[in-house]
């Protein structure tokens, strides 16, 4: 009998599991569930304003993810990446056309990939119990505990910056890189105030810098996009898999 109560149906979806196994989150969370891409979805995807100030994944996201107890902005890139391949795979297939350089002649070449083949990064690292992780830096021997930032945490601090130059004019250096050491590491050699490890990163060795952004590249939870694939010439190309605007919009 109708009783005037609208009926929800969930629309046609799947569960994938989280590449990060939901070490990093509070609720532990490791998998997910995300719905079909759909032809209506197009129209995000084709959308001018979204296109031009960069929205058309946050949109996406927001609406693919079904469940309630995590938004994209929450996912760390590794976790949102696997979203976002999946949703190519079963919208438009699993075969993504990429165009390389032949590393010895330098002409162009087209190579398919196969995205349901992309293994998950194996040097994941273990957290804490507060979602932290140790390094000890290299020149300095100092022990810092780090976190990875979400996506809503670096979208944040880029904006800050991005403003602050703005106001500053024409001459205004972006501290960006800097910004992101303050927001990662939580604590240097068991100090964790703000002031103290703001300071230590302004006058932290280049090497020290570098070596720790390698780590946190190196040990991301995330789909490995390594290929190494053999050129016309013979020569193999091997990098990271290029991401284009053809990804999730191969009609382009």
């Given amino acids: 009998?109708?009783?005037?109560?609208q009926v929800y149906f969930e629309p046609a979806h799947d569960v994938i599991s989280l590449p990060s196994g939901g070490k990093f989150y509070k609720n532990k969370k490791d998998t997910i569930k995300v719905a079909y891409m759909t032809a209506s979805d197009e129209n995000i995807l084709t959308s001018p304003n979204l296109l031009q100030n960069g929205k058309v994944l946050d949109v996406?996201?927001?609406?693919?993810?079904l469940d309630k107890d995590i938004k994209a902005g929450q996912l760390l890139p590794g976790d949102r990446n696997a979203?976002?391949?999946f949703l190519r795979a079963t919208g438009y297939g699993e075969i993504y056309p990429v165009e390389l350089t032949d590393p010895k002649t330098g002409e162009k070449f087209t190579e398919d990939i196969d995205i349901s083949q992309l293994p998950m990064k194996e040097n994941v690292l273990q957290p804490d119990e507060n979602g932290e992780c140790s390094f000890t830096l290299p020149k300095c021997k100092k022990t810092v505990k780090f976190k990875y930032l979400t996506s809503d945490e670096d979208d944040k601090l880029v904006k800050?910056?991005?403003?602050?130059?703005?106001?500053?004019?024409?001459?205004a250096i972006s501290q960006v890189m800097t910004l992101r050491l303050q927001t990662q590491i939580t604590e240097i050699d068991g100090i964790r105030e703000k002031v103290a490890i703001a300071q230590f990163i302004d006058t932290m060795s280049p090497m020290d810098s570098a070596e720790f952004r390698k780590h946190l590249s190196d040990n991301e939870p995330g789909l490995d996009l390594t290929i190494n694939i053999q050129a016309p010439s013979g020569e193999f190309f091997f990098g990271e898999l290029p991401i284009t605007a053809k990804f999730l919009w191969p009609y382009v």
């Fill in 83 to 85: 979203i976002i391949f």
């Fill in 60 to 65: 996406l996201l927001e609406k693919k993810i």
């Fill in 160 to 171: 800050e910056d991005q403003s602050r130059t703005k106001k500053m004019g024409s001459n």
């Fill in 1 to 5: 009998m109708d009783n005037g109560q």
